[in-house]
Every structure is written in C-alpha cells, then in structure tokens.
C-alpha cells in the first residue's frame, strides 16, 4: 500500500468502514511508515478534541413538553365545540344533579364503581399521550423482566401478535389498591389496555363487563390473578382477546405448557 | 391519528428527540433556532408517521430535522450570529514530535465548537452525524441523500478543515 492510498482511507479506516482485508493491509502500512502513523495521530486528536467538546445534546424540557402536548392534542377530537355561556350553565345544572344522584348509590358499588373509574382514568391518561408505555416492546421476554423489582408479583405476558392482536408494552401504574401491572395491546388502530393483579389482594368484586364513554371494559378472575381489560375496540373483538388471554393462561399453568 | 399509531410514535420517535434537538443544535445558530426548527422537524413527522413503514426511525427523524435545518437555513428565517472564539485556551503539553497532535490535542470547548460552526452545512451535517451522533456512512448518506462514497470525501474535508482551524486558532494563542 502506498502512502497515497493509505491518506485516502485514512477516514475510513478510523470510522471502521473499511472491509477487513483492506484493515490489515493499512495496519502494517501504519506500523511501517512513520509519516502516515503522524496523519493517524492528527486525525485522532482531532476525534478526541470532537468527542471531547461537541457532545450530543439533551433536548430542553421545553421541546419535550411542547411535542407530547401536540401528540395529547391529536387525542382529543378537534370538533369540542365551544358552548354559549348559557349552555354551560344548564351543563353545570345537570351535572349538579348528575353528582346528587351518584351520592345515592350504595356503598358497595361504589366501591366498584371507584375502581373502574380509576382504571378507565388510567386507559385514557395513557392515551393522551403522557404515559402510555413505561416498558415499549413487542417482546413478552423484553416487557415481563422489566417489572421485577417493581413489583411483588410477575405479570403474564404473552405474544398475540400471530393473532392479530401484538403486544406494544408495558407500563406500571397506580389505582385504588396500589402499584399494578398494565400490559399494552394493540389491535388495529386501537389500544388495550390489561390491568392485572394478585387476587388476594382484592379487590376482586366487580360487574363482568361495563361500557362507559364509549370504553368497554371486561374484568375476570383467574386462579392466581384479577384482571381488568379496558379498550375503545368494539366488545365482540374484546371478547375475543379475552378468551385468547384465558387461553394463554390455563394453558401457562399446565405443568406440561401445553 | 390513531392512538396506536400515537403509541408507536412515542415508542418509536420520541426515544429520538435529543438526537433530533442535538443536530439541530449544531446546525443552526443558536438555542432559539434549534428548538424551532426541532419543534417543528418533530411536528412534521408527527403528521406524517402513518406514512412510516421503515425500521429506522432515528435515521428518518434526523433526515427529517436536516431537511428542516436546510429549509430554515435557504430562507434566512434564522438569525446570524457572529462565532464567538474563546481568547483562552489551554496549554497542554506540547511535544515536538507531533506540533500539529499537540496543537489540536489543546484545543478547548469554544475553539471546538467555533470551528464546527464555521464549517459549511453540508460538511457540518457529515460532521455532526458521524462524531457527535455516531451513525454509519450508510445511515449519513441516507439522511444526506448523498452516495456513500460523498460521505466519505465530505467527511474528510470537513476534517481537514477542522484540523486546519483548530491548529491555526491554537498557534495564534501560542
């Protein structure tokens, strides 16, 4: 190699771009030609001096803020109209007695009531874009690793994706009785939400199934687990991937894993 | 767009966002323009993510970010401001064998950075992207649109110019 050709790769040879064959030909040439080993040390001083003084950069908050308010915005339809003022009058009226109503319902339903409301809260929090996934991964051995430590129990998570139903994540979240784990499915353009945890902890009670704002959400109890499935996806699919969850399950817990 | 087009969107792009903020950064002039030109780099691939199908999301972003740096640049929307050189610079060992090594081995921050921002853009771009964002010729000649072996020849003038600048600036001071 000539020190021609040894100058002309140089970059190259440095960015490790260069094929292996052509490696070992401009080592020896470094080794045996002292002019050439000059232009290999300017070069990576001035790599150090790059890597030293212009670093990669952090983001403002301010960016990050504005981006994640932009992808909210895309969540909330655009068509909220704006209400006379008189309207939000008569709005207020009815929800004042929207709220005297629900004062009335009995404790224990309430008490179920509260928690589907915390875990549809938590669905659509997600979605608007602050909290979606702690854990982004369509891999169940990448998303169920990610909760140890966090929590004192370790989430089923399996891969539906050949069903049409991939998983997207998880993230870790808080409702009425405490840290909890919520896998994230999609279908579609939609978002599923599975809430699980230990049964013992309770609580357990709840109605099989309850639609609200346009949110189905079905809750069972398996052996060791209540779980909580909430999605705008309509109710027959959610059944569907309910059963294949179920399916996942027993079939988890065979000893034979089939 | 659909909230699981959002959801991959956060999963996919935002993990890109100081990548996205650092090239803008070192291409544009100052903190206000990056944060502009990032803000609406981000924006635009916000709109346009359904149309994303690749499995490189940092290189379309920052090709993104570019083409917006580019824009911003061609239609002086950004304000120009003078490069400010540090008067010190720190003396660090100069041996005799290698003056140039040495020379650019005591080259500081502002120097540094003051060169990098002297550099044209479509030097600047190879420069940022390969040794601030460590991307491969093929990824630089993807978000550049430029053939491989143009990476390859920008990168080493941008470094030689490099070179020339900061030993130059170090000799002044010396």
């Not at chain 1, 490790?16 to 070992?24: D, K, W």
């Not at chain 1, 404790?107 to 589907?116: I, M, Q």
């Not at chain 1, 998303?143 to 994706?161: C, E, H, I, R, T």
């Not at chain 2, 550049?144 to 001071?173: D, H, Q």
Request: glycine fraction near 6%; aromatic fraction near 8%.
């Amino acid at each position: 190699m000539t020190c021609k050709d040894f100058e002309a790769q140089l970059d190259a040879y440095i960015d490790n771009e260069l094929p292996p064959a052509v490696v070992g030909e401009m080592t020896e040439h470094l080794d045996a030609c002292a002019a050439c080993a000059r232009s290999h040390e300017r070069q990576l001083a001035l790599r150090r001096a790059l890597t030293q003084h212009a670093p990669a950069l952090q983001a403002p908050p301010g960016l990050r803020a504005s981006i994640r308010q932009a992808i909210r915005a895309q969540i909330r339809p655009a068509a909220t109209p704006r209400l006379p003022e008189w309207r939000w009058l008569a709005a207020a009226a009815v929800l004042v007695g929207v709220v005297a109503g629900t004062w009335r319902v009995a404790t224990t339903r309430a008490r179920a009531e509260a928690l589907t409301d915390a875990l549809l809260a938590s669905h659509v929090r997600s979605l608007l874009g602050s909290h979606l996934l702690d854990v982004a991964s369509s891999d169940q051995h990448t998303v169920k690793p990610w909760f140890n430590g966090k929590l004192d129990y370790s989430p089923s998570v399996y891969d539906l994706a050949g069903r049409g139903y991939p998983l997207l994540g998880g993230r870790l979240d808080y409702v009425a009785n405490g840290a909890v784990a919520a896998l994230v499915y999609g279908r579609r353009q939609h978002v599923i939400s599975v809430f699980l945890w230990p049964a013992e902890r309770g609580p357990t009670a709840g109605p099989a199934t309850v639609t609200r704002q346009g949110y189905h959400m079905l809750h069972w109890i398996a052996p060791d687990y209540a779980y909580w499935v909430v999605s705008d996806l309509g109710s027959t699919e959610l059944r569907e991937f309910t059963q294949l969850l179920q399916r996942a399950d027993s079939a988890a817990a065979r000893p034979d894993g089939r | 767009m659909a909230p699981s087009e959002l959801a991959r969107f956060e999963a996919l792009v935002l993990p890109h966002l100081d990548a996205a903020y650092t090239l803008a950064r070192y291409l544009m002039d100052n903190d206000d323009d990056a944060h502009d030109v990032a803000q609406e780099a981000l924006l635009r691939a916000l709109k346009y993510f359904d149309g994303f199908r690749g499995d490189d999301a940092r290189a379309w972003v920052l090709a993104i970010v570019r083409n917006a740096c580019h824009t911003w640049q061609r239609t002086g929307r950004s304000h120009p401001v003078a490069v400010e050189f540090n008067e010190e610079l720190h003396s660090g060992a100069v041996g005799d064998e290698h003056p140039e090594a040495a020379l650019l081995r005591a080259a500081d921050r502002e120097a540094v950075r003051g060169a990098v921002a002297a550099l044209p853009l479509e030097f600047r771009e190879v420069i940022i992207l390969r040794e601030v964002q460590g991307l491969s010729y093929k990824e630089i000649g993807e978000i550049a649109e430029i053939p491989v072996g143009t990476v390859m020849s920008r990168l080493s003038r941008a470094r030689r110019r490099l070179a020339r600048a900061l030993s130059s600036v170090a000799r002044e001071r010396s």
